[in-house]
Structures are given as structure tokens and as C-alpha cells.
């Protein structure tokens, strides 16, 4: 299984960037997915999921209206389109495999499955 991130970078307050995850080594539809973010200092924390077959996305409180998960089933790829993004917004962001077909929000650690190394996004003015 591998995950690789990318698309992260320098933006300003309410500036935008697009994260990309694209994936192989597993049934890529068949998976929930997640991202997930970790601030300098902070641990780790879930930013948003979306079912195996797209039809659905959850987004943490203070992502909620600003980032939009999707997928692309074909190609194996995860996405994240990230708007109005504010200085904590800061951090490096990784995607996630689940462990099944199905993600609530905020889930516990036992449903994330592997992870990818990480992309640095980095929000200042």
C-alpha cells in the first residue's frame, strides 16, 4: 500500500491550494479515506472523510465550509480543495486509508488503516 501526497505549499490568508493523495498497492474504491493535519507542536488530527464510493464527506468543525473532500475512483486519487485558509491552518497534512467502506466523523484511531508521509502546507502573509 502506498499513499503519496502532494500539492501542499505557501499561500496567504484566504488563499486556497488543492492536496492530492494518489494511491496504488489496494482496491482504492472499495476504502473510506481521510485527511488528517498535524500543527508544529500539536498532534495529529482528523480534517475530513469520505465514503469508499464518494457519495458522501465529513469535515471537522473548523474545516467545515472551507474544504471539500473528493475522489476519483478511476485514477485512484483523493483530494482536498482548500479555501479561505487561515494562518492555523498550518501544518503538515497526510491522507489516510480506512480500515472499511465507511467513516463517521472525528474516528477513532483503529479505523485509520495506513498512512502517507505527508505534505507541508503552510499559510502566511
Known amino acids: 500500500v502506498q499513499l503519496v501526497e502532494s500539492g501542499g505549499g505557501v499561500a496567504q490568508p484566504g488563499g486556497s491550494l488543492r492536496l492530492s493523495c494518489t494511491t496504488s498497492?489496494?482496491?482504492?474504491?472499495?476504502?473510506?479515506m481521510s485527511w488528517a493535519r498535524q500543527a508544529p507542536g500539536k498532534g495529529r488530527e482528523w480534517v475530513s472523510g469520505?465514503?469508499?464510493?464518494?457519495?458522501?464527506?465529513s469535515y471537522a468543525d473548523d474545516v467545515e465550509g472551507r474544504f471539500t473532500t473528493s475522489r476519483d475512483n478511476v485514477n485512484n486519487t483523493l483530494y482536498l480543495d482548500m479555501h479561505d485558509l487561515r494562518p492555523e491552518d498550518t501544518a503538515l497534512y497526510f491522507c489516510?486509508?480506512?480500515?472499511?467502506?465507511?467513516?463517521?466523523?472525528?474516528?477513532?484511531?483503529?479505523?485509520?488503516?495506513?498512512w502517507g508521509q505527508g505534505t507541508q502546507v503552510i499559510v502566511t502573509s
Open positions: 498497492g489496494f482496491r482504492f474504491s472499495r476504502y473510506a
Open positions: 469520505i465514503l469508499s464510493d464518494g457519495a458522501g464527506a
Open positions: 489516510a486509508r480506512m480500515t472499511s467502506g465507511y467513516i463517521e466523523r472525528y474516528p477513532g484511531p483503529e479505523e485509520f488503516a495506513f
